[in-house]
């Protein structure tokens, strides 16, 4: 199996290389890894493309390349340069520094990556680590995305569905912040909802005088509706959550249709 690594924390993030050996275990022997990631921290960008500007690829080493853009980017460059003469079978996004349950997906570069590579007709899934005060005092807080993260994976790719639909399906997976020994197991969910927990912004004035912006989150740990993906997180469970890049609410079409 030839697989494609790319993540929004950058080339030199920690769980990139979390991603890199369970990319192994899952290839075997007989496959590669690829990685190509962005030079610098991504996050926050969702499925952002450098459209309006080039942006630099650089080979860092063996089957190893740093791209000065989003997650999304790598994956172009990924699919249609750096490996167009065979391209992956698979495509990784993470492992994300901190959760992208609930609402966080909206805004996660980890998911733009893979969700550029289902639009593109590769199977993807994005992977990210909840953290909270069970796992961060860890030696490695990424403990259960190194204990689970291979297992999981290869289970996805035995129990995703042939299909022929337009938007192809990608996967959102979620370590819970417990160490690995802890996890209880794999829960198939829904994207949750956070309450009262969007972003917001908290101003400070710099030495010189000037006025900045922060953008600051919410709390990450709040109560969630039963059956989501930050649920099962919270409950110690890993979370795989289908998604796909169609943005239709299907649910409303039908009310809608009174407009016409």
């Not at 309450?195 to 922060?214: I, K, N, Q, Y």
Request: aromatic share 6%; with cysteine.
């Amino acid at each position: 199996m030839r697989i494609l690594l790319t993540n929004d924390d950058g080339i030199n993030a920690p769980g990139l290389q979390v991603l890199e050996a369970i990319a192994a275990e899952v290839a075997g022997p007989d496959g590669e890894v690829w990685v190509v990631a962005p030079a610098f921290e991504q996050s926050g960008v969702a499925h952002a493309i450098s459209y309006t500007h080039p942006m630099m690829v650089t080979r860092l080493g063996h089957r190893r390349h740093a791209a000065e853009g989003s997650p999304a980017d790598c994956v172009l460059a990924g699919l249609h340069d750096v490996m167009r003469d065979a391209p992956p079978d698979l495509v990784l996004s993470g492992v994300n520094r901190g959760n992208n349950s609930a609402e966080n997906a909206l805004y996660s570069g980890t998911l733009g990556g893979a969700m550029e590579a289902a639009l593109q007709g590769i199977p993807a899934m994005a992977l990210s680590q909840y953290f909270g005060p069970r796992n961060l005092g860890l030696d490695n807080p990424f403990d259960a995305a190194i204990g689970h993260g291979a297992d999981v994976v290869r289970k996805v790719l035995e129990a995703m569905p042939a299909e022929d639909a337009e938007y192809r399906l990608f996967f959102n997976i979620n370590f819970p912040p417990v160490p690995a020994n802890e996890v209880k197991g794999i829960r198939v969910t829904r994207q949750g909802w956070r309450p009262d927990t969007c972003f917001a912004v908290e101003p400070h004035t710099s030495p010189s005088g000037r006025r900045f912006l922060w953008i600051k989150g919410g709390n990450q740990h709040v109560e969630t509706a039963p059956g989501s993906d930050a649920a099962a997180n919270l409950d110690g469970y890993i979370s795989v959550t289908p998604m796909r890049a169609d943005l239709t609410a299907h649910d409303a079409l039908e009310a809608m249709k009174a407009i016409e």
